[in-house]
Each structure stands twice: as C-alpha cells, then as structure tokens.
C-alpha cells in the first residue's frame, strides 16, 4: 500500500523560470524549492525549449527531495501556449516550439482563414504562438515531413506527466487556454483540429485531478522513490492559481495572477461582454467550467520598464510616490505590443521619472492600472484577490485598491505560489486553510488613473 501523502513536489514550468517545490499537503507552507532559468535555444528549426536541461533539473531535484524532505506525490503545472508533439516511439518528433516566435505572413494569413469564430472558442486572435493552434498550423505546414511522423499531441503539463509515467493524456486547463482548439462553454474540441486535419493525433482528455499512474521503474530508480509514488495529471498555471480560491470560497470574486503574465479571472462574471480585440478569453478551470477572463504580459512589461534597478528602500520609494502623483510621472501602453487590453498602442512616458524611484512606482503603477482596466473588461466584481510576485509589491497593491474602488486581497502566511499550490491540491483535494488581509488605498492614485485614461489613444 502506498504512504499517506503528506508532501508533495510539484514541477513548476513557467516562462522566465522552472522550478521544484515541495509543499507540506496540509498546511500549504512551501518546504524545500530549487529554481532554473527556462532557456529558449535558437537552434533549427525554430525557437525552442531546452527540454532535456529541464528534464535533468527535474531528475536531480526529485531524487535529492526524496532524501529530504521527502514527498508522497508528483504534481505538475507549466505556463500555456505549449504542446509536445511525440513520435510513435514516444520521442518528440519536433522540438517544443517557444510561443513567442513569429511566422511569415502567409502562414498568418492561411490560419486565420481556417481558425473558428471567436463565438465557438472565445479565444481571441493573438500574435506570435499565442494560440497553440497557429503553431500546430506552422508546425504541419512549414516542416511537413517532420509532422508527418507526429503519432500524438498532447498539452504542456502532461507531457512531464508522460515522461514519469508513460501515460499520453491530455487536460482541459491547457486546451481552453487561448489555443482556438476547444469550446469552453461545451467542454469539448472546437472545428479547428478536424480543419487542420489533426483530431486524431489528441489523446484522450483527462481531469487534473486525477493520477495519471505511478512513475516508470525506471524513473523510480533514478530519484530513488517507491514504485507506486503517484503522478497527478497537472494544469495550465494560471489555473493552478486560480484552484485554491475556488475551492475556498464562492464568487463572485476576481483573481489577479502574476507572473510573466498577469491574467485576470472573473469567477461567475458572464461571457457576453467580452471583447476579443482587447485580449478577453474564457479559461477553462480545473473542473471544467468557463471562467471569462483578461490579460497581458504585466510581468515582462514590468520588467522592461524597471530593467537595471536595483534594490530599493522602502523610504526612497515612499518619498517617490509622493512626487509620482503630484508629477503625473506615468507610461501609457503597451510595453509589449500585440496583446493585452491596448495591443496597438506603442508604449511611452507621458512624464518621464527622474530617478529609479519613481521609475519603479511608475512601472508600479502602470501595471495596476493596466490590471484594473483588465478587470473592467470582465466586469468588476468587486473582491479582487491578487496572488503571484505582485502581491509583495506594495505600490501596485495600493494603487490597484485605490483605482477599483474594491476590496483587494492578499494572503497571509507562508504559502507557497499560487501555481504551486493549486498544484498541490491536485493531490490533496482539500480546500486550503488561508487567511487574507485587505490592502489600504493609496490617496491621490484615482486622479493619477483620470490623467492616465485621457493619455490613452481611442480604442477603435
């Protein structure tokens, strides 16, 4: 019989970083965590993820957790907009393409002929690998022969479930993420993969929830862990955040994920007012529901607009706020174009900052503004939770509570991310013991935001 799960490790995938965390099933505290950078190589044919460094780090991180803390189960969660594709000996037949590569304009213009309606999938047209299926577009049509061998697709997640298992799933998390593959609102595939002549090659869609199998002997061996130690089938990240809220509580309410991305869900917001021109989708959650959603790159702008800064006092930016607001020091968007709620507006400085303190409440305040603009889009309802890196960023907090005029919400404690923990509660099932403290409004931010919103172009 297998040991009681007390521990669980999860592989953590996102854009900028993979990591491995062990995180005690009860309390939710996060025990043990090593980080990598995930690397992109430029290497033929396309852009790509270095899969084998990451497997190596996973093997090596696994088997030294098994030693200490330990771990009762493996649970997965990787960034969207990635699938693998696997040859008939169960090998990548192509590498795992880097979303954020670009395609001639041709290919652009062929697959928005075949991609269904906004009404079928409510997932927007998005540039680069956004959706998942303008890569597999790219992928058939620009290297044929090499697609030719392709036996199986299957979401990001579950490929690392396939590697410790041998098991081929696929999970509705990942297919419901902006790919044009699925139907939210039917919980099933769209027209598209029959369009593109691939519905074959999908195996089957299985929950989050459930445990694919134990890891293969020969895994086992390498990380020095029981046979029958449990593989949970893993989600989209975002949706790994999402899960502990949903399953502590009922809307609605709005989470605000950050990270690379910063995605806002609207749980029981409607799907009607949604608007595809400005980056609004529907998620699919971990149970299978709808969730509409908005978004942008809040992370990876907020790393442009703050690039070189280093560590701050927390009086050198209080004394800058002050002179931010009274200055009107402010970035109109985008800072990474061709997505979010402005993806045709060319970002630049309204005011420019003086200092690298005020840079950094601007880019503070910039991505609070641009987070309350996504939450407008799906329909404000009110209590916003906000969980990920921006959560620790005091400037961002109050200025988004100042600007939503809502309640704004932060956990307290030792939790891990919210990828990680929703993750773990793949394998626990149980609705995390968390506690939340409200952020206080920032005076003088809700006429910042007035200034801020005359500086806009016209949306179209």
Known sequence: MSEPIRHIAVIDIGKTHAKLIVVDGESGEEIASRKIANRVLSAPPYPHYDIETLWTFMMEGLSAFQKEPGYQAISITTHGASAALLNSRGDLAMPVLDYEHGYPEHIQTAYAALRPPFEETFSPALPIGLNLGAQLHYQKTVFPSDFAQVTDIVTYPQY??????????????????????????????????????????????????????????EIADVIGCSSDLPVY????????????????????????????????????????????????????????????????????????????????SPESLERATMRVLSGKVAYLPSAVEGSGPFPDQRGHWMNEPADDAERHVAASFYTAMMTATCLDLIGNAGTIIVEGPFAGNLSFMKALAAITGGQVLVTDGNSPSGTGLGATLLATRNAPRQSYHPVTPLNGVTEYYRSWREGLQPIA
């Not at 699925?182 to 869609?205: N, R, T, Y």
């Open 160 to 217: 690392w479930a396939y590697r410790l298992t041998g098991i081929k799933a696929n999970e509705a998390t990942s297919l419901g993420c902006h790919t044009d593959l699925w139907q939210p609102d039917k919980g099933c595939f769209s027209s598209l993969p029959q369009a593109l002549d691939i519905a074959h090659l999908f195996p089957a869609v299985r929950s989050a929830f459930d445990a694919l199998g134990p890891v293969l002997p």
């Open 233 to 312: 089938c893993g989600l989209h990240d975002s949706n790994a955040s999402l899960l502990p809220h949903l399953m502590a509580r009922k809307g609605p309410f709005a989470v605000v994920s950050t990270g690379t991305w910063v995605v806002c869900f609207g749980v029981g917001a409607v799907v009607e007012k949604l608007d595809p021109a400005r980056d609004t989708l529907v998620n699919v959650d971990a149970f299978g529901k709808p969730v509409p959603s908005a978004r942008f790159m809040g992370g990876r702008e907020f790393e442009i607009l703050t690039h070189g800064i280093t560590r701050l």
